[in-house]
């Protein structure tokens, strides 16, 4: 089924993202023993990896400052294992969703849902693909809401991992890659995406003035027609490198898992899972 990469962010990417955003995950994780910041959100999405270096970090992430990571990796794992990184987590996340959904978390759709979504990461294979081989040696959850969680978690960076593998391919490094994002309109407005990734107004100058240089970006600091042709490219790339779940699943299952998935989205988006003014378009 055409398209179902693209559907799949749009449809499901709330299902995870919002553990960045969760008080109960970010309370979760500090209680095990990092600190507050941005120490959380490094520690426990590379947890799966181990007690892995900045660099490693930062590679596998992309788009974040590599400055930004060193600052809190490895500290990280001196003040709590990686094991306990993802125990915290995985509790944090249960204790979120529970808040979100309300009573609809033991419903028979999120139940649907997870079987779905967990049969479609059946579909995916670890060659090249780090964060997805590391998150995908975990234990599964048991309760269906936190297998829905894991198999989002496990369809998000195994996507994650081929659209790294794109902008490489395609001559954008993380900085670039963030920037022509933001470019298009969609996702992150400016403000947030320098201050969710690390980057200084001096750094985010200098790159797009080089992108202007190459011919990325026009004077204003939009997308030229050959800058709009990388990110199509980007996009088509990331997008045949992932099909892998949804041929394994199927076009009539990964329709209904699309229709369950924007459901629930709007019901945690509603919830207030994500705070205002991050994002140019509700996660939805």
Avoid at 137 to 150: F, I, Q, R, T, Y
Avoid at 175 to 204: C, M, N, P, Y
Avoid at 241 to 265: C, M, T
Wanted: aromatic share 8%; hydrophobic share 45%.
């Amino acid at each position: 089924m055409a398209g179902d990469e693209k559907r799949f962010k749009s449809a499901f990417d709330s299902l995870h993202a919002f553990t960045y955003f969760a008080p109960e995950v970010d309370a979760a994780l500090t209680g095990a023993g990092l600190r507050p910041g941005r120490m959380p959100y490094f520690a426990s999405r590379s947890a799966a990896m181990g007690a892995v270096g900045p660099e490693v970090v930062a590679a596998t992430f992309y788009n974040f400052n590599p400055e930004v990571v060193a600052r809190v990796i490895p500290r990280a794992w001196t003040l709590a294992t990686p094991e306990q990184v993802l125990d915290a987590r995985l509790d944090g996340t249960d204790r979120a969703l529970t808040r979100l959904l309300g009573d609809h978390v033991k419903s028979d759709e999120v139940a649907e849902a997870a079987e779905l979504a967990r049969e479609a990461a059946a579909g995916c294979t670890g060659e090249g693909r780090p964060l997805y081989a590391a998150h995908a040696g975990l234990d599964w959850p048991g309760e269906p809401h936190l297998v829905l969680w894991h198999a989002i978690t496990l369809l998000r960076e195994y996507r994650g991992d081929g659209h790294v593998a794109a902008l490489v391919l395609n001559g954008l490094s993380g900085l670039d890659a963030l920037i022509t994002h933001v470019a298009t309109g969609r996702g992150f407005a400016v403000d947030a995406a320098k201050l969710t990734r690390g980057w200084s107004d001096e750094q985010w100058t200098a790159a797009e003035a080089a992108l202007t240089g190459r011919g990325i970006l026009d004077a204003d600091g939009g997308l030229t027609d050959a800058g709009a042709a990388v990110r199509d490219a980007v996009e088509i790339a990331t997008e045949s490198a992932s099909r892998g779940p949804w041929d394994h699943l199927g076009a009539e299952r990964a329709a209904r898992l699309e229709e369950l998935g924007r459901g629930l989205s709007r019901r945690i988006v509603e919830a207030g899972a994500f705070p205002d003014g991050v994002f140019r378009r509700p996660r939805s």
